[in-house]
């Protein structure tokens, strides 16, 4: 990902004194390619004078977050414009004998191209990626170090990509824990919060099936082949790779590992938001962009200017009412 100039809606932090406005905090939901549209989203926020002052992201959320402070934004969206499903698989480094079946080295040198020497503590916006301690379950907030690294650990899908070791401890995504991390922009002195969920327009998910069961229909289970010895060594790794890509209408494991990961996360963003809600929901319209389907990404930014374009009344009603608020107040409560 190789830099290129900043364009206009590349900015910083508004220079107005605090008492002008509430601090703004942006939390950038995950989703894998859909998350492209929070591109969109920060290129209309900051259209219309909306530059967050505190961003704080998951997964795909922190990438886009992360490279927006660091001003590499114009680099990501140049990138993922050029994406098509050849130049993908470029990137799939595929690793049968570690702790994740793709390496990700690929994908981090491209991405992090921009990033090299950047540390978050020297960004011109408050910056937080969210990960999860694997072994442990902790969230964690990635606030200083290294951000290429922050933001490779936010995005390490369990079992998809490897964990990334940061000051002692084994990180993973963070949409296992804090999928849309409101409560984390909000801890770091966002006093109005606005965020973008990727995976609200699933409809038809998380539904309760009562009375199911099999049916005359249904295959029997296969039993598994017998070893052929010595020539099934040769055979083994063949065997592998199309269970990973999958064959026979049968899911490949990425995809049934995936599928898994987006049930639950929402669950737990409903479960989150419903606890501690933003001030302003952004939902993109994304129910028909795959989570692989990185090529689309175009389509994906357009959904986020959409989506963003709608909600800029809500947004500019909340910041007027809270600087309102603030100059007859002293302060902001």
Known sequence: ?????????????????????????LALGGGAARGFAHIGVIR???????????????????????CFAAEQLDSLEDWSRKLTVRNILGYLDINLSGS??????????ALNEGLTDKRIEDLPIKFAAIATEFNTGHEIWLTRGRLAEALRASYALPGIFPPVMIGGRWLVDGALVN????????ALDARLVIAVNLNSDLFGRGAIIANHGSDESD???????KS??????????????????????????????????????DRITRARLAGDPADVLISPRLGNVGMFDFHRAAEAIEIGVEATEKAIGQITEAVTALSQHYSANGSLK
């Open 219 to 225: 295959e029997p289970a296969s039993t598994p082949p």
């Open 44 to 66: 209309t926020l900051v259209k219309h004078g909306i530059v967050p002052d505190v961003i704080v992201g998951t997964s795909i959320g922190a990438v886009v977050g992360g």
């Open 100 to 109: 994740g079946l793709i390496r990700g080295t690929h994908l981090a040198a």
């Open 228 to 265: 052929n010895g010595i020539l099934g060594l040769f055979g083994g790794e063949r065997s592998l790779r199309r269970q990973f890509l999958g064959r026979n209408g049968s899911p490949g494991i990425p995809t049934v590992m995936v599928e898994a990961f987006n049930v639950m996360q």
């Open 179 to 186: 999928p849309v991390p409101v409560s984390a922009a909000r």
């Open 1 to 25: 990902m190789r830099g290129s100039g900043d364009r206009a809606t590349e900015a910083t932090p508004h220079d107005e004194p605090a008492a002008a406005r509430p601090s703004i905090g």
